[in-house]
């Protein structure tokens, strides 16, 4: 009785840890068990080599289901591998940090900013499948690039499924935004949602006086409409990229408006994170129904771990896409340069890589504009981005129109039908993403498939979309 006792106490610590919002550090192991149900087996290492198990990776938050990988806290190091084998683990990987994939170093031209500056300053409202959004937003050359309008009116896909976007997090309450997204959920403070506005002492209120906007610097490759104040308060290191989750969203949105969003909350405002939380977060879309993966982070070594995550994404039939990276160099990067894993480069709005974009036939397999692209950003404002952040989502949003064409698209299919691009060199994959191209293979694939409804305005060639009245 006192040993039955013992073991339920052990799982209520276990279960109170997982609750707790710990957050992942330097030196924490990630542990996967030779058992299906390893949680008796990391207690019993964990009281041999004295460490602390944090939490279950491949769960979701709260449950009580089965586990076999875990984070755990005071283990040396991995010379105590082929002890720990003999204790019932299969392998241990340290819990390496992570980036979003923004750029640092990179500074825009002059004319780049200036283009979209003014651009920024565009503030008419238009209604976008039933919210309003800005007129910059809809009308910026990016968007004619890879011919969205031309998609969406003629032939009449604008998406379905739920895109994971694992970054750091999502304003729920953009009015772009806010009914189309679904349960996300904040892996680095351990609560549901996925907000990241917390991260600020920024507030809506402060931000209200669209009159009093100026155009801002808010991170190293972005720049709001914001105030002063405001502004003041995100253009330090800790927030180096707040903001970040929300434009990559946004750019979702703007290509698969009528697809939901799913915010992971895995990194925090200065753009870092761990692997374990995007295991974490990997995991749960795929439990969550998820149909796509966008993944604008990468990191410079391979996971066993991650590999392992994605690969029973994709055969579960997520569609999983990640960035290149912004080094602008002919380098591996991960989770990009996995082969199920569609790897999005950066071009720029003359149709030629840009020049801090990664490259490379084994990391990228196709292009999309990222240069100066307007999306949305907290507070109901909208924001200019670079980097092969804001090239990934308009690749997700293409395997989202195809997903609204056919549920059941295949992470092969999708891929297959974005490599209908437009050629530019054999460092940038199959080409720049041409969505027309796209869509028109989905439909060859799925020649039944259903078309989705537009608006009016789309028979008008003189408008894009509708101004609000």
Same mark, same amino acid.
């Given at each position: 009785m006192k040993g039955r006792w013992f073991v339920c106490l052990v799982v209520g610590v276990f279960l109170a840890a997982l609750a707790a919002p710990v957050r992942a550090g330097q030196g924490d192991k990630i542990v996967r068990t030779k058992s299906l149900d390893g949680l008796p087996v990391v207690n019993n290492l964990c009281k041999v080599v004295g460490c602390a198990v944090i939490r279950s990776l491949d769960t979701l938050p709260g449950s009580t289901q089965p586990s076999s990988l875990f984070l755990v806290r005071g283990l040396v190091d991995n010379t105590l591998t082929v002890v720990l084998g003999l204790l019932g683990l299969s392998a241990v990987e340290p819990d390496l940090p992570v980036a979003v994939a923004a750029d640092g170093a990179y500074t825009p031209s002059q004319a780049s900013v200036a283009l979209v500056d003014g651009e920024l300053w565009n503030r008419t409202p238009m209604s976008y499948y039933g919210t309003s959004a800005w007129e910059s937003y809809l009308k910026q050359?990016?968007?004619?690039? !890879?011919?969205? &309008?031309?998609?969406?009116?003629?032939?009449?896909?604008?998406?379905?499924?739920?895109?994971?976007?694992?970054?750091?997090? !999502?304003?729920?309450?953009?009015?772009?935004?806010?009914?189309f997204l679904t349960g996300g959920y904040d892996f680095v403070r351990g609560k549901d949602g996925g907000d990241e506005r917390p991260d600020t002492d920024v507030n809506q209120a402060s931000v209200a006086l669209v009159d009093q906007y100026g155009v801002y610097w808010v991170n190293?490759?972005? #720049?709001?409409?914001?105030?002063?104040?405001?502004?003041?308060?995100?253009?330090?290191?800790?927030?180096?990229? #707040?903001?970040?989750?929300?434009?990559?969203?946004?750019?979702?949105?703007?290509?698969?408006?009528?697809? &939901?969003?799913?915010p992971l909350k895995a990194f925090g405002p200065d753009g870092q994170g761990y692997t374990s939380d995007i295991l974490r977060a990997i995991y749960y879309a795929v439990q969550k129904g998820a149909k796509v993966l966008n993944m604008? #982070?990468?990191?410079?070594?391979?996971?066993?771990?991650?590999?392992?995550?994605?690969?029973n994404a994709t055969s579960k039939g997520l569609i999983a896409v990640a960035s290149a990276g912004n080094d602008g160099k002919a380098t591996l990067m991960y989770p990009a340069a996995y082969d199920n894993v569609i790897g999005v480069a950066s071009t720029s709005n003359d149709d030629v890589r840009s020049i801090f974009s990664n490259y490379g036939s084994q990391l990228?397999?196709?292009?999309?504009?990222?240069?100066?692209?307007?999306?949305?950003?907290?507070?109901?404002?909208?924001?200019?981005?670079?980097?092969?952040? #804001?090239?990934?989502?308009?690749v997700s949003g293409a395997a989202a129109l195809l997903v609204g064409m056919q549920g059941s698209a295949s992470n092969s299919q999708v891929t297959s039908a974005v490599a209908h691009a437009k050629w530019i060199s054999s460092d940038l994959g199959k080409g720049r993403l041409d969505l027309y191209q796209t869509v028109q293979t989905g439909r060859s694939l799925w020649p039944y498939a259903a078309t989705s409804p537009v608006p009016a305005s789309c028979g008008d060639s003189t408008a894009d979309w509708s101004p609000v009245q």
């Open positions: 050359p990016a968007n004619d690039i !890879v011919r969205l &309008r031309e998609t969406h009116c003629t032939l009449r896909a604008t998406g379905g499924g739920i895109v994971a976007v694992i970054d750091t997090g !999502v304003d729920p309450d953009h009015p772009t935004l806010k009914p190293p490759s972005s #720049f709001a409409a914001l105030d002063q104040a405001s502004v003041a308060l995100v253009d330090d290191s800790n927030h180096a990229d #707040f903001g970040h989750g929300t434009m990559v969203a946004g750019v979702v949105h703007l290509v698969a408006p009528t697809a &939901r969003i799913m604008s #982070f990468s990191r410079p070594t391979s996971s066993p771990e991650l590999k392992r995550a994605i690969d990228v397999w196709v292009a999309a504009p990222g240069e100066g692209i307007i999306t949305t950003y907290p507070w109901a404002g909208f924001a200019g981005a670079w980097g092969t952040s #804001f090239s990934t989502p308009y």
